[in-house]
C-alpha cells in the first residue's frame, strides 16, 4: 500500500518542487509513494480545511527547506507547526530537504535528520540529479521501514534509578544476521552506485567511474583516472555470500566481474549481547575491533578503491 506524503514548500522554489516530482517518478509508478501538494487544491476549495484535512491523513512530511520556506508564515508557522504536532503524537514523520543554505539548523528542522545527505543542500551538489537520487535512496528505505509489521511489545519496565538508560541483552538467531547482511550488502550497492555518479558528474574529463549490477547478489566497479599514466585504475566486485561463509557474508575482489571462488577481504556479521555490526578481516588492513553499519563498510571500500586509482578525497 503507498505511503501518502504531504510536500509543504515554498512557491518561490516551484522549479526545485518540479525536480523533486520527477525524481519521484519510479516510486510512484510502484505504488510505493503518493504525494500531495496545494496544487491539488480546487479552485473555491477553503485552503486551511483541504491543507488540514491532507497533512492530517499523511504518514510523511517532506519540508522543502529554503531562504523562502523559513520566511514564510504559512509554510513555517502553519504547515510545520502542525507537522510538529502530528509528530509528537507518533503519527508522522518528518523529513527536513534542504534545498539551499539557511539558518535551519536554528529552527526545531535541525531535531531530524535531513536529506541530502548530512543536510548538504541541493544547490551545494556538482550535479543536482545525484542530491535528488540520495533523498529519493533514503525515501524507499523510509517507506520500507513503515511497511514492517511493528514490533511485539513487551511489558514496560520501571526506569533506571536516576534517569540512567537501560541496555537489554538479546541473542540473535540465523534469521536476524542474514537479513542484516541483506541490508548491508544493499547499503553497500547504493552506495556505490551514488559515488559513481558523483565522481561522473564532478565535470572533470578525467575521472570515471562505471558501475555495474552484476546479479541480485553482487556488483562490481571501476574507477579510472586518465591522468594517471600507470596505476591509474582500480576495480572491485563485491558479493553477498548467503551464507556460505568461507569468505565472510560479504567479499570483496579488486578485480573486475570477478568470480566468486576468491576474495582479497571479507565482511562479516558479529554480534555482542546487545546488536548486530559489520566487522572488516585484516586483508583489508584495519582494525577488527572496530565496528561498521552498511554505509560505513561502503565507504571505506570506497575511498581505498578511489586512492587505488590516484584519487583521494579531502
Same mark, same amino acid.
Given at each position: 500500500m503507498a505511503v501518502d506524503a504531504f510536500i509543504s514548500y515554498s512557491h518561490a522554489?516551484?522549479?526545485?518542487?518540479?525536480?523533486?516530482?520527477?525524481?519521484?517518478?519510479?516510486? %510512484?509508478?510502484?505504488?510505493? !509513494?503518493?504525494?500531495?501538494?496545494?496544487?491539488?487544491?480546487?479552485?473555491?476549495?477553503?485552503?486551511?480545511?483541504?491543507?488540514?484535512?491532507?497533512?492530517?491523513?499523511?504518514?510523511? =512530511? !517532506?519540508? !522543502?527547506?529554503?531562504?523562502?520556506?523559513?520566511?514564510?508564515?504559512?509554510?513555517? #508557522?502553519?504547515? =510545520?507547526?502542525?507537522? !510538529? +504536532? @502530528? +509528530?509528537?503524537?507518533?503519527?508522522?514523520?518528518?523529513?527536513?530537504?534542504?534545498? %539551499?543554505?539557511?539558518?535551519? %539548523?536554528?529552527?526545531?528542522?535541525?531535531? =531530524? @535528520?535531513? @536529506?541530502?545527505? #548530512?543536510?548538504?543542500?541541493?544547490?551545494?551538489w556538482t550535479n543536482e540529479n545525484n542530491a535528488y537520487l540520495d533523498v529519493v535512496t533514503n525515501l524507499r528505505r523510509i517507506i520500507d521501514d513503515l511497511g514492517r509489521p511493528a514490533p511485539m511489545t513487551t511489558p514496560a519496565r520501571p526506569a533506571a534509578a536516576g534517569g540512567r538508560k537501560l541496555r537489554v541483552k538479546q541473542d540473535f538467531d540465523a534469521i536476524q544476521k542474514a537479513e542484516f547482511a541483506d541490508d548491508s550488502f544493499e547499503a553497500m550497492r547504493a552506495y556505490f552506485a551514488e559515488s559513481c555518479e558523483e565522481l561522473n558528474g564532478i565535470g572533470d574529463s578525467n575521472l570515471k567511474a562505471k558501475f555495474e549490477s552484476m546479479s541480485a547478489t553482487a556488483f562490481t566497479c571501476t574507477v579510472v583516472n586518465r591522468a594517471k599514466r600507470s596505476g591509474g585504475e582500480a576495480h572491485i566486485t563485491v558479493r553477498n555470500n548467503?551464507?556460505?561463509?568461507? =569468505?565472510?557474508?560479504?567479499?570483496? @575482489?579488486?578485480?573486475?566481474?570477478a568470480s566468486g571462488n576468491s576474495a582479497n577481504g571479507s565482511v562479516r556479521v558479529e554480534a555482542d549481547d546487545y546488536s548486530l555490526y559489520l566487522s572488516m578481516d585484516s586483508f583489508f588492513g584495519r582494525d577488527k575491533e572496530k565496528r561498521y553499519s552498511g554505509k560505513e563498510a561502503a565507504e571505506a571500500l570506497w575511498l581505498d578503491l578511489a586512492q587505488r586509482a590516484g584519487v583521494e578525497y579531502e
Amino acid at each position: 500500500m503507498a505511503v501518502d506524503a504531504f510536500i509543504s514548500y515554498s512557491h518561490a522554489d516551484e522549479a526545485a518542487l518540479g525536480r523533486l516530482h520527477k525524481h519521484l517518478a519510479m516510486l %510512484q509508478r510502484d505504488t510505493l !509513494l503518493n504525494t500531495w501538494t496545494d496544487h491539488a487544491i480546487l479552485p473555491g476549495t477553503r485552503l486551511d480545511g483541504a491543507i488540514s484535512k491532507t497533512l492530517e491523513g499523511s504518514r510523511l =512530511f !517532506l519540508a !522543502l527547506v529554503s531562504p523562502d520556506y523559513l520566511a514564510s508564515r504559512y509554510c513555517y #508557522d502553519v504547515e =510545520f507547526k502542525r507537522a !510538529l +504536532e @502530528l +509528530e509528537a503524537q507518533g503519527k508522522l514523520r518528518i523529513i527536513p530537504i534542504i534545498l %539551499q543554505p539557511c539558518d535551519w %539548523q536554528s529552527s526545531p528542522l535541525s531535531t =531530524f @535528520l535531513a @536529506l541530502p545527505r #548530512d543536510g548538504k543542500p541541493v544547490c551545494d551538489w556538482t550535479n543536482e540529479n545525484n542530491a535528488y537520487l540520495d533523498v529519493v535512496t533514503n525515501l524507499r528505505r523510509i517507506i520500507d521501514d513503515l511497511g514492517r509489521p511493528a514490533p511485539m511489545t513487551t511489558p514496560a519496565r520501571p526506569a533506571a534509578a536516576g534517569g540512567r538508560k537501560l541496555r537489554v541483552k538479546q541473542d540473535f538467531d540465523a534469521i536476524q544476521k542474514a537479513e542484516f547482511a541483506d541490508d548491508s550488502f544493499e547499503a553497500m550497492r547504493a552506495y556505490f552506485a551514488e559515488s559513481c555518479e558523483e565522481l561522473n558528474g564532478i565535470g572533470d574529463s578525467n575521472l570515471k567511474a562505471k558501475f555495474e549490477s552484476m546479479s541480485a547478489t553482487a556488483f562490481t566497479c571501476t574507477v579510472v583516472n586518465r591522468a594517471k599514466r600507470s596505476g591509474g585504475e582500480a576495480h572491485i566486485t563485491v558479493r553477498n555470500n548467503k551464507g556460505q561463509r568461507h =569468505f565472510g557474508e560479504i567479499s570483496y @575482489l579488486h578485480e573486475r566481474h570477478a568470480s566468486g571462488n576468491s576474495a582479497n577481504g571479507s565482511v562479516r556479521v558479529e554480534a555482542d549481547d546487545y546488536s548486530l555490526y559489520l566487522s572488516m578481516d585484516s586483508f583489508f588492513g584495519r582494525d577488527k575491533e572496530k565496528r561498521y553499519s552498511g554505509k560505513e563498510a561502503a565507504e571505506a571500500l570506497w575511498l581505498d578503491l578511489a586512492q587505488r586509482a590516484g584519487v583521494e578525497y579531502e
